[in-house]
Structure formats: C-alpha cells, structure tokens
C-alpha cells in the first residue's frame, strides 16, 4: 500500500469540473510534480490533498488514514505557496516557530529545532529579521521551512518558485531537491514549468483538462509520451501528417520522401497519420540506414549552445535542434539541405479521430 | 523660488490661517477668565468641577466598550466575508454605508421606541440603558470601523495567510488572535480612535438617553457659562492630538508592524 493513496478524486464547481478521475499513488520520500498549463486541474488536485478544497467525490488516505474531509490544520500537511505567506508581524524564527507553538512545543529545543532549519537553508542569522527586510528567495526558504517545522508526512509546494527571478528559481529549486532528498520528504510539487518537474522530479503527473494525462518518470515522460498532449506538452515536438504506406512495416511517406519508423502500426494504408519527432533528433547530411528528409531552409536561429533550423517540405514545416560546433556552416535561408534521424528517433501518435 | 512652489506655500498659509486662527481666538479668550489679566482660571473651574470628570470617565468608559465590542463584532465578520463570502461585500458595504444617511436623531428615537416597552424594555434600569447607548454608538461608528477593518485586510493577502497559519495546525481563534488581528493593527488603531472621538463628541444619541456623557456636559456648559466652553475645546483638542501622537507612536514603533502585503499574488 502506498503512503499517499489518492483514488478516483473529484471536484466540481458548479457545473464545472475542475478535477476528475485523478488516481496517484505516492511513495513515501517520493518527489512527484503535477504538470500542467494554468486551468489544468493541477492546484486544485494539490488544495484537495491540503484540504483547503472539499472533494466532490473520491478517496484520500494517508498512511492509512483516510483524510478526504479533514480539517487541513488536522492533515499534518506542510504547504508551501507561491506568495510565500510569511506572517509579516512575525520575526523570521516565530514564523518557523509558528507551527511548534501550536503543538505546545516551546522553549529550548523548538529554538533550537528554529535554528537547525534556519541552517538548513544557509540564513541562519536571519531569525530576528522581519519577512519584509529578506528577499524574495530569502523569503520562500523560510516559507519552506516553516512547512518543515511541523515534520509534516506531506510536504505541498504550489508553484513556490513563479514568482522569483531567473538566477534564484534555478538555486532554490536545487535546493528544494536537496532538502527533500536529505529529509526524505514526500513532497508534492506543482508546476506549469516543465524544466522544474523534469529536473526535480522522480514522477511527472502530466494534468489537462482535470484529467491525468501521463503518470511517468522524467525520462518516460520525455522519450515515451503516451498521448499527444504530453508529447506535445512537455518539450518542443515536431508533428508531421504522413501518409501510411505500409503500417505493418512500419513505412510511411511525407509528401513523397520515404520514412521508416522502427515500430509498426495498425493502421490501413493511404491514410494519414501524426508522426512524432523531436527536433533535437534531427542532424545536418544524408546518412544510410536513416530517415533522409530533404527541404528549403526557411530560418535558421543561433541560440548559443544550439542552432533552431525551420525546414520546409512542401506546406509542411519541420524545426531541427542542431548542436552547435565551433566549425559548423549555419545554413542560409532558400538553401535545399537535408537533415537526418534514426528510425526510432520518431514515433506515430495515438490518432484522436 | 519657484513661483508653483511660493503660491504651495500661499495656500498653506491660508489653510493654516482658517484653521488656526478660531483656535488661537478661543485658546486666548480661555485665558481671560478674570477680569484684565491672562491665567488659567477657567481651566481651573473645568477640572475642578466634579461633573466633569464624572462626565469624562463615564464617557471614555463607553468609548472602550464600544470599540471592544465593535472589534469583536466587525473584524471576524469582514474577515469570514473576505474569505468565504466575497459576494457579500457589497451588502455589507451598504450596511455600513447607513449610519451616514441616518441621522443620530432618528436613530434614538427609533431605539427609544422599540426598546423602552416590552418585550426590550431596556431603557428601564441604567445598565441596560448604557447597553443601548453602546449599541446605538457601534452603529454610528460603523463605517469606519468597517472602513478601517476593510482596507486592513485589502493590504493583506488573508486568504493565503489564512491557508499557511491552517496548514500549520492553527484552529480559525488562533488565526484571528495571532495572524489576522496584529496584522490589522495600525487598521484597528485608526478605527479605534475615529470611534473614540465620535463617542466621547457625541450629543444627540446621549441626550435622548439621558446619559451623563460628556457631549451633553459640554453643550449645558456653552449655554451657560462663557470662559469654560472655551477652556474645555482647547482641552478637549489636545486630548485629541495627544491620541493621534500615540496612534502615530505606536503604528511605527515595531518595524514588523509595519503593513507589508504578504508578496505577489
């Protein structure tokens, strides 16, 4: 049985239907992110686990204790949120110290539980500062360990790192990594940043629509998505509409250039299907034993450590990921070239129609 | 200098000129209470007269049990509203509004009319008449109570605030108490004091009550004596300015205190 056991979750506003079907098992010391774009459900799963919403329907246990309907000051459930929601009345450590408190735990060992998580995130003299006198990085450390204070079962972060800077999101999120993995926190993660959750994550749950789309980790998620949405969601995607020339061969044509894809298809020959491709499977030059595709160039970006080509095939557009070398010729637009990728570098997409 | 800046400095002039000039008037006319030279005979005559401290206590002592009162009512109600009933707001807004459009004399003559017969015969003993008399100064105090309590929670995120003290443990009397109430403080303290000083000015309503409030003191005071009033206005002004310096005191005190939104939304 699973730590965090969440079954068949529901919630409705009104008519609407924020979140449905949401079935996740959660390991306990696992780092899950829920992925999505704004209006996916993806907070709204998170609120329910917090127990700031009310389920319409479904399960939640933890540990083996069914909480869907408890009160969230009953869940021992840490929260982090995006706005930080430090006191601002309260010193940096009575913040930290807020949660203690209520548990009736004060004098020396909660100072000294205040200053072990002030060192844990590398502030350790600021406990007598006020939130307003610390940055904004400086700020959603102390949030999350104020969250850690209680030794929650569940750490919640809701989008913790939106509202911070460039630089700091890619440190603090490190350091969130770090802290979880030290404290082997099960931690559940939510985000529209699909860098952060494949760089932080053990498991994705990919959200549209108030439904799991894909529960993965970050490399299935990646290489293998199993819907349209995600393949399209999580990366930069190439889809192509080629016609099936032999399905269970795996042989297909776009405009008339013959691809070969290593897995075959049921599907009936001379319709037309989605292939998937991402554009840093693509290569510069004709090579045996690949997929050749040969078109104009329509633009070429130099982005440093990569060079973005559009290629043109008839009306269909194709965006290549070339790495960049130091001895490399860009490509001009209105040059013909041909590019590259090796049959399993592509796959076709489950149809919708 | 620049000429905008010299006609700033006309008009400040003249601002001062219409408000400080009656004062100067009565602040020297209450010095002249015997015949010829300048003292503080009149003063001497205020603080000495017995109803007036009597008239003095009595109303301070109305004036913090109504803003008690008015706190423990208002700020959990504007609170739940901003939380969960945002839809509300604007019926409160209009509630709130009311004591503005009505005037104190229709307010006592409603609450005399209802509450001095049965089934509310409150005006029969002096407790329950003073009970009436909070009652009646919370509605006249309302709006800015309301105003007060309203803008302080606009300038907090509550909701989230709310959400992180709940994920600690906290029950909703340990959020009120210990996160919503002293972020509010400086809200609180200017709606405390607007309630102070409408209470301990206020005529019609203790009148009507037969109370012995300090207001009613006041007005027989002008209609029957001539250096006294005068005495008791420069009295009651530095009362009021002293109040506002602590208000300003303590508002900037304690630097967490000072009102921070909680971070962007």
């Known amino acids: 049985m699973a730590f965090l056991e969440i079954e068949n979750l529901q919630k409705q506003f009104g008519g609407l239907t924020a979140v449905s079907n949401f079935n996740l098992a959660v390991q306990q010391g696992e780092f899950i992110s829920l992925l999505g774009s704004s209006g996916c459900g993806k907070t709204t799963a998170l609120r329910m686990i917090a127990g700031f919403e009310r389920p319409s329907a479904g399960t939640i246990r933890l540990a083996g204790k069914e909480i869907t309907n408890s009160p969230p000051n009953q869940r021992n459930i840490g929260m982090v949120f995006q706005s930080y929601a430090l006191f601002p009345n309260m010193t940096v450590a009575d913040n930290i110290g807020f949660g203690l408190k209520i548990r009736k735990k004060t004098g020396n060992a909660s100072q000294k539980r205040i200053q072990e998580l002030l060192e844990l995130v590398k502030l350790p003299d600021k406990g007598k500062s006020y939130p307003y006198q610390l940055s904004g990085g400086q700020q959603q450390r102390i949030a999350l360990v104020r969250a850690l204070a209680i030794e929650p079962q569940v750490l919640l972060l809701d989008e913790p790192l939106s509202a911070l800077d460039a630089k700091i999101r890619v440190d603090l999120r490190a350091e969130i990594r770090r802290i979880q993995q030290q404290l082997n926190m099960t931690t559940i993660y939510v985000t529209h940043d699909q860098e952060e959750a494949l760089s932080l994550s053990d498991r994705i749950v990919v959200m549209n629509k108030g439904v799991i789309e894909q529960v993965g980790t970050p490399f299935a998620i990646y290489n293998y998505p199993t819907s349209a949405f995600t393949a399209s969601f999580v990366g930069q995607l190439n889809v192509l509409p080629v016609v099936v020339v032999d399905g269970k061969n795996g042989r297909f044509s776009l405009h008339n250039q013959s691809l070969t894809v290593s897995q075959p298809i049921q599907a009936a020959n001379n319709t037309t299907v989605s292939l998937a491709l991402r554009p840093e499977e693509l290569r510069l030059g004709r090579r045996e034993d690949e997929n050749n595709l040969t078109g104009i160039v329509e633009s070429a970006t130099f982005l440093g450590a990569i060079v973005r080509v559009r290629l043109q095939i008839a009306n269909t557009s194709i965006m290549a990921d070339l790495f960049n070398e130091r001895q490399m010729t860009v490509p001009k637009p209105g040059e013909t070239i041909t590019v590259s990728f090796p049959y399993h570098a592509c796959w076709i997409l489950e149809t919708t129609s | ?265």
């Open chain 2, 1 to 265: 200098m620049k000429k905008g800046s010299l006609w700033s400095w006309v008009w400040i002039l003249l601002g001062v000129l219409y408000f400080f000039l009656p004062l100067l008037a009565t602040l020297q006319f209450s010095l002249k209470a015997e015949r010829g030279v300048y003292g503080f005979k009149a003063y001497e005559l205020v603080l000495g007269d017995p109803q007036f401290v009597e008239t003095f206590v009595f109303s301070i002592e109305i004036a913090v049990l109504t803003i008690v009162c008015s706190l423990l009512l208002i700020v959990p109600t504007v609170y739940w509203v901003h939380l969960r009933l945002p839809q509300i707001r604007p019926i409160l807004e209009f509630i709130a509004f009311l004591p503005f459009v009505l005037p104190a004399v229709v307010l006592v003559f409603g609450l005399i009319r209802i509450y001095s017969r049965p089934p509310f015969a409150l005006t029969n003993a002096v407790w329950s008449t003073n009970l009436l008399l909070v009652g009646a100064y919370m509605s006249l105090a309302l709006p800015y109570m309301y105003r007060s309590v309203d803008t302080g929670l606009r300038a907090i995120d509550v909701r989230t605030l709310t959400e992180a003290a709940q994920s600690l443990g906290a029950s909703w009397a340990t959020i009120l108490w210990r996160v919503i109430f002293p972020n509010l403080r400086t809200a609180l303290l200017s709606g405390a004091f607007l309630t102070f000083a409408i209470v301990v000015g206020e005529y019609t309503i203790a009148a009507f009550l037969a109370r012995p409030m300090y207001g009613p003191y006041l007005a027989g005071l002008v209609r029957n004596k001539a250096y006294e009033p005068a005495a008791l206005s420069i009295l009651t002004f530095g009362l009021t300015w002293g109040i506002m310096g602590i208000v300003q005191w303590l508002t900037y005190r304690a630097p967490g205190a000072t009102q921070v939104t909680a971070g962007p939304r």
